[in-house]
């Protein structure tokens, strides 16, 4: 029977890659929707459909109804994709090259766009694709990756095995 201790480094691990991944990226999210729809909130109250229907991806307006319960829905999925990401590419906490890390979390976020775009439903998609062009979902992914990059570097060596 495998051990679980890989598991759980990784777990440790994904919580602040996790939250590093999420920080930057709703950060995008909240620019990128200001610059486009005059709304910071708007794409941040995207994942909120999961639990409010397809209409909340529509929501610009900042509320604690749709925009917390967006930010918490993409928190909760950003850490899911770090403890992946931490899984498969982390290697144990090993010291990696920048490169190498970049390059790691660039294909966690491509996959995740992926799976997020093209095999799940549409109403527990992101959402964020209601208020946002294509090119601002690029810059979104890139900030969820570089969030996971730079905190896989801090943990390394932080949470040793």
């Known amino acids: 029977m495998a051990s679980s201790k890989p598991w759980r480094q990784a777990a440790r691990r994904a919580v602040y890659s996790g939250a590093a991944a999420s920080l930057l990226s709703a950060a ?3 620019i990128r929707g200001r610059r486009e729809q005059g709304t910071a909130a708007g794409p941040n109250n995207g994942p909120s459909q999961w639990i409010y229907g397809r209409s ?3 929501r610009r307006d900042a509320s604690l109804k749709y ?3 967006g930010l918490a829905i993409h928190h909760l999925s950003a850490t899911g994709w770090a403890l992946l990401h931490e899984r ?3 290697h ?3 010291p990696q090259s920048g490169g190498g890390r970049v390059l790691r979390a660039a294909a966690t976020a491509a996959v995740a766009n992926f799976v997020d775009y093209k095999l799940t439903p549409q109403r527990l998609q992101p959402g964020f694709e209601v208020q946002l062009s294509k090119k601002s979902l690029v810059y979104v992914y890139a900030a969820f990756a570089l969030g996971l990059a730079l ?3 801090s ?3 932080k949470i040793k095995p």
Request: proline fraction near 0%; hydrophobic fraction near 50%; charged fraction near 15%.
């Open 28 to 30: 995008v999210l909240a």
């Open 92 to 94: 144990g906490g090993k």
């Open 151 to 153: 905190a896989s570097r």
């Open 67 to 69: 925009t917390l319960v």
């Open 155 to 157: 943990t390394a060596r």
């Open 56 to 58: 909340a991806a529509y």
């Open 88 to 90: 498969v590419f982390n």
